[in-house]
């Protein structure tokens, strides 16, 4: 079995390719990303039992339909990944990643291979206490170029699917968690960063109590498993969250790690008054069991920067 991981080396694939080979024995992975983020390190010490190639390329420029040939899934994770960042530039997002949504989708559809297409819950905008991915229209509400651009590649996979492509959408809600090609930029593992360097952790001011959902990345990388696995290719939309919850959570959990942690609230161009849970049935009914946890990923996730700074809590300056 070959598959096929474009922006492989970033947050979630790092972690994914890694674990790729235990739960497909033999498999190869053909991996794809154009360093834009500079992530080298996410291909160091690979899984010596992982048959990996990797290619440097821009899925926008690369000749997809030889590189996808004989692929049963790609994993398509190549994007601009900034939610809050997006403000002001959704031009150059829409562009870019639509384009690479729209080059990986077609040229899935011409070889054969199934696609997982990983939206984002953050599509989501609702008076409602909770929301499904059947919700009217309405409910659907991006905060942020970045969203508004995964609903319109949400609706060209959808069509495609129509049309032959063997797809299915996965919105993800944030990740947490700890990988090779981590990053800093989303809610909880900014807040940890900030806890251990004994910076004040910078909370929305309207997004203390709201309740919004989260992924565990372990949950991530095994519902790409689960879906490969169960065949899930059928052009459908799944919610993929561990939990629901509040920022003042998150924030009460990082301080049983670093009591001592202060809060400094501001203000984001992407915030909202909205407060809703997204709900994780549809998954759950197609099998998938969670197995993710917010206290263990946030304390795996200090551990890592204790390490780093050798239990210094240096101050950045
Ligand atoms: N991390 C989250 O919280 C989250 C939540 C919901 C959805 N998602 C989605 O999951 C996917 C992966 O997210 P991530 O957190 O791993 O992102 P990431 O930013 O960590 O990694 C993206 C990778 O893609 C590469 N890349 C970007 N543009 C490329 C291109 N044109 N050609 C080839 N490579 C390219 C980058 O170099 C990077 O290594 C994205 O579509 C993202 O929107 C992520």
């Not at 498999?27 to 899984?47: A, G, H, K």
Request: contains cysteine; proline residues 5%.
């Amino acid at each position: 079995m070959k598959i096929a991981v474009t922006g492989a080396l970033g947050h979630i694939g790092s972690a994914l390719i890694r674990t790729l080979p235990d739960r497909f024995p033999g498999v190869e992975i053909v991996m794809i990303d154009n360093l834009t983020t500079q992530r080298y390190p996410s291909l160091f010490n690979l899984p010596p039992r992982g048959r990996y190639r990797f290619i440097e390329a821009d899925v926008r420029a690369a000749d997809l339909r030889a590189i996808f040939a004989g692929t049963h899934t790609v994993v398509h994770l190549a994007a601009m990944t900034d939610a809050e960042g997006s403000v002001g530039r959704a031009a150059a997002v829409e562009a870019h990643n639509y384009e690479a949504t729209e080059r990986v989708a077609t040229a899935c559809r011409e070889t054969g291979a199934r696609l997982i297409h990983p939206s984002s819950t953050s599509v989501y905008g609702t008076q409602d206490a909770t929301v499904a991915e059947d919700c009217p229209r309405a409910a659907l509400k991006p905060q942020s170029p970045y969203a508004e651009t995964k609903l319109k590649e949400e609706q060209l996979v959808t069509s495609l699917s129509a049309r032959g492509l063997r797809a299915m959408i996965a919105r993800f809600g944030t990740i947490f968690g700890v990988s090779p090609g981590m990053r800093f930029h989303t809610v909880v593992n900014r807040f940890c960063w900030q806890a251990a360097m004994g910076q004040p952790l910078t909370v929305w001011r309207t997004a203390y109590e709201q309740q919004r959902p989260y992924l565990d990345l372990k949950d991530a990388v095994d519902a790409i498993a689960f879906v490969i696995g169960r065949d899930l290719f059928d052009g459908r939309i799944y919610n993929v969250l561990t939990l629901n919850t509040t920022v003042r959570r998150i924030v009460e959990t990082i301080r049983t790690e670093i009591p001592d942690l202060e809060v400094a609230f501001v203000d984001s161009p992407i915030m909202n008054q909205l407060s809703y849970e997204v709900s994780p049935t549809r998954f759950l009914e197609a099998g998938f069991a969670y197995s993710g946890h917010l206290r263990l990923g946030i304390a795996e996730t200090i551990a890592l920067l204790r390490g780093t700074v050798a239990g210094h809590r240096a101050k950045i300056a």
